[in-house]
Each structure stands twice: as C-alpha cells, then as structure tokens.
Nanobody
Framework: VQFVESGGGLVQPGGSLRLSCAASGFSFSRFDMSWYHQAPEKEREMVAAIRDSGEAVNYMNSVRGRFTISRDNHENTVYLQMHNLKPQDTGVYYC???????????WGQGTQVTVSS
C-alpha cells in the first residue's frame, strides 16, 4: 500500500489549496478514506473522511464549512479542497484508509501546508 500526498505550499490566511492523495496497492474504491493533519509538535488528527462510494463525508468541527473532501475512484485519488485557511491549519497533511480512524500504521510522506502572512 502506498500513499503519495501533494498540493501543499505556503499560503496567506484566507487563501486556498487543493491537496491530492494518490493511493495504490489496494482496491481503492472499496475503502473509506480520510485526511489527517499534524500540526507542529502535536499528534496527528483526522480532519475529514469519505465513504468508499463518496456518498457520505465527515469533518472535524474546526474545518467544517471550509474544507471539502472528495474522491475519484477511477483515478484512485482522494482530494481535500481547503478554503479560508487559518494559521492553525499549518502542518503536514496525510491520507489513510478509514472513516473514523486510520486503519494502516504506514503513512506517506505527507504534504506541508503553511498558512502565514
């Protein structure tokens, strides 16, 4: 199983980014997927999740209304559209299998998001 996250960068507060996670090594369309955020010196926490079919999603309260998770089961990719970014969104973003918790111990390299003026 492999996850390759991309799309991060430096953005000013209020800006937007779109993260991508290309997954391989498993039947992507059969598994729920989720995005995780690890702020500096803090533990990784789930911010958004999507069911295998894409019909149900869930968000952490702090990102609800600003982030949108989606997926393309033909491209084996899950996305995280981020709007109105805040400095507290700074950190490394990862994806993994699961809807309420990460099901795999292995992680990709993540993609760094820095929100700063």
């Amino acid at each position: 199983v492999q996850f390759v996250e991309s799309g991060g960068g430096l953005v000013q507060p209020g800006g937007s980014l779109r993260l991508s996670c290309a997954a391989s090594g498993f039947s992507f369309s059969r598994f729920d997927m989720s995005w995780y955020h690890q702020a500096p010196e803090k533990e990784r926490e789930m911010v958004a999740a999507i069911r295998d079919s894409g019909e149900a999603v869930n968000y952490m309260n702090s990102v609800r209304g600003r982030f949108t998770i989606s997926r393309d089961n033909h491209e084996n990719t899950v996305y995280l559209q981020m709007h109105n970014l805040k400095p507290q969104d700074t950190g490394v973003y990862y994806c993994n299998i699961g809807f309420t918790t990460a099901l795999l111990d292995s992680w990709g390299q993540g993609t760094q998001v820095t929100v700063s003026s």
